[in-house]
């Protein structure tokens, strides 16, 4: 067995130590006879699974006690379109700040069914930064401002959590929740989507201040509505079950680790090495976003002449590298070096990166 360095963005790389428990308790989960997969989720066993999993969630991101957390299926997309449904009246003001296409992409779930007001945008400038708090429009009457953390395609996170007075914060934090401490108690809401830093596709997490679901929100049905999945224990339907058990086996060897501390400071050694491998250069890589606000956790960077991104891509991967394709939408190349990403992992690619720059510059 081969097991590269995955880059890849999303799925994306988990622990191996999670994989190699999920593969051990395949067949059979403990001695209930059958695996988690095949047994009911209103059952003893996954219950625990369940009850488990979120408590752990709560300790690994010290999620205070005002706050649900639902598990949902259908993505970080799907939380896109059911928070306008969930938390605004139709046709109500709702403040987005754009540093990315998955800020966008939220703007497109939204906008048929509130007013959407573009309070901030680096768009103009290629996603490079973050808009300067002096230039955010902000509505006195909006439902939400929503932000996505960090850009998982333009490799840019906020890293300060933005003041938006009596408004509640909304963040998609869908490739970097667990990557560093976290105060959840500034924001109204947070999702994620697994398939980055919490497990595997086909699972996502929303957080959210338990008064927020007092309000009415808009006509939908119950099956989009957060309150009701909340006192179903998110499980209105079958749940994802397997991606749910997937998901707790990552948080818990998070914890296992040393936690969000010790993640992040394992980041930003990651991140530091990788951009010096970028900006050291001399320009044969580059990546274009202001350095402070850099992601820690998907680095796009740009060979200085495309025509040998295939021999640089056929290199990494002979190199054992895998997935460092960029992005359609920009291009380039994009390492993905998320909490699962070992420090080896990414010296690896910091030490092809020189070597493929001294046989081709
Ligand atoms: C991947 C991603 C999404 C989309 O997630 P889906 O689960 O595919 O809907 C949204 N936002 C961010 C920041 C992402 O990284």
Redesign the pocket.
Known sequence: MSRAYNFS??PATLPEAVLRQAQAELLEFGDAGASIVELSHRGAEFMEVAQRTEAELRALLSIPDDYAVLFTA???????ALLPLNFAHPGQRCDYVLT????R??VKQAAAVVDVHIAASSEATGFDRIPADADWQLSKDAAYVHV??????HGVEFRDVPTTGDVPLFA?????IASEPLDVSRYGAIY?????NLGP?GI?VLIVRRDLLQRAGQPRADIFDYGLQLAAGSMLNTPPSWNWYMLGLTVRWMLDEGGVTEFAARNARKAATLYRAIDGSGGFYRNAVDPPVRSRM?VPFFLHDASLDGAFLAGAREAGLIGLKGHKVVGGMRASIYNAMPEAGVQALAAYMADFMHERG
């Not at 990315?100 to 800020?103: L, V």
């Not at 998609?172 to 970097?176: A, C, I, Q």
């Open positions: 963005a999303g259908g993505g970080a997309t799907t939380v896109q990315g296409h998955w800020g992409t939220a996505t953390a960090n850009e998982t395609i998609d934090f869908s490739s970097s994620a989507g697994a398939q980055k596709v996502t998907n």
